[in-house]
C-alpha cells in the first residue's frame, strides 16, 4: 500500500475493541485502558501534535494500543517523514503491523525512547503523542517518563498527551500537570473532548526543558 493510499481513520471495530479489551485484562497496567480512544479525541491528538511540525516530520507514539491515533497520525502524514509507533504488548504491536505497513511498528518500553531513537539515526523527534494513560507515564516517581521524553524531542518539538476529565482530582492527575510544566515552557490545555468514552482534554507540550 502506497502512502497515498493510506486508508481514512474510522472507529475501532468490534474485533479491535474486543482484541484490546482482552489484552487489558491480561496485563492492565501495561495496556491502561479498556477501551480504545474514539476519532474525537484522536483528532484532538493528531491537530497539536501536526500543528507547525516541518514538512518530514519525525513523529513517535507511545503506546500505540489498538491504533486509534496510529491510523489518524498515517493518513495526516501520508508518507512525510518517519512515523514509530512504540507498542510493549506483542499481540497489538502484530496486529498494528499489519495495519499501517508504512508506520515503523516498534514492540518495546517507552522507558528505551532515547536508545530507540538513536539505533535508528534519529537525532530528535519533531512530535511525541502518547497513547498511555496518565498513570503510566508515571508522574512524580524517580522513573517517570516526562524527562524522557523531554530529552527525546528536538528543540522545538511538543508533546502531547491526554488526560480523562473524571480523574483529574486525582493525585497522579494533578502531579501530570505539575511535571509537564516543571519539562516544558509551554503547555496547552484543550476544551473537553465529550465524544470519548471517558471525556478527555489534551496536553500539548512544547519547548522541551533541557
Given amino acids: 500500500m502506497s502512502p497515498e493510499e493510506t486508508p481514512a481513520p474510522r ?12 489484552q ?4 492492565p497496567v501495561a495496556t491502561a485502558s479498556v477501551w480504545p480512544s474514539s ?11 501536526l500543528r507547525r511540525v516541518p514538512p518530514d516530520p519525525v513523529v513517535v507514539e507511545l503506546g500505540a494500543g489498538s491504533g486509534a491515533f496510529t491510523g489518524l497520525l498515517a493518513h495526516r502524514l501520508a508518507g512525510r517523514g518517519r512515523q514509530l509507533a512504540v507498542e510493549l504488548n506483542p499481540v497489538l504491536a502484530h496486529r498494528l503491523a499489519g495495519r499501517f505497513p508504512t508506520v515503523e511498528v516498534v514492540p ?11 539505533l535508528r539515526d534519529i537525532r530528535g523527534a519533531h512530535a511525541v503523542v502518547s497513547g ?3 498513570s503510566a507515564t508515571r508522574p512524580g516517581r524517580e522513573d517517570s517518563l516526562l524527562p524522557v521524553v523531554a530529552r527525546a524531542l528536538v528543540d522545538d518539538g511538543v508533546f502531547v498527551q ?3 476529565c473524571a480523574t483529574a482530582w486525582a493525585a497522579p492527575a494533578r502531579a501530570l500537570r505539575e511535571e509537564l510544566d516543571e519539562c ?8 473537553v473532548v ?17
Avoid: C, H, K, Q
Fill in 194 to 210: 465529550w465524544r470519548n468514552l471517558p471525556p478527555a482534554i489534551v496536553y500539548r507540550a512544547s519547548r522541551p526543558r533541557r
Fill in 162 to 164: 491526554f488526560a480523562y
Fill in 108 to 118: 518495546a518500553d517507552v522507558a528505551d525512547l532515547g536508545a530507540l531513537l538513536a
Fill in 184 to 191: 516544558f515552557a509551554e503547555v496547552e490545555t484543550s476544551p
Fill in 132 to 134: 498511555l494513560g496518565w
Fill in 24 to 27: 487489558f485484562v491480561r496485563a
Fill in 11 to 22: 472507529e475501532a471495530s468490534l474485533a479491535d475493541r474486543a482484541v484490546f479489551a482482552a
Fill in 39 to 49: 476519532t474525537a479525541l484522536a483528532r484532538g491528538m493528531a491537530d497539536a501534535a
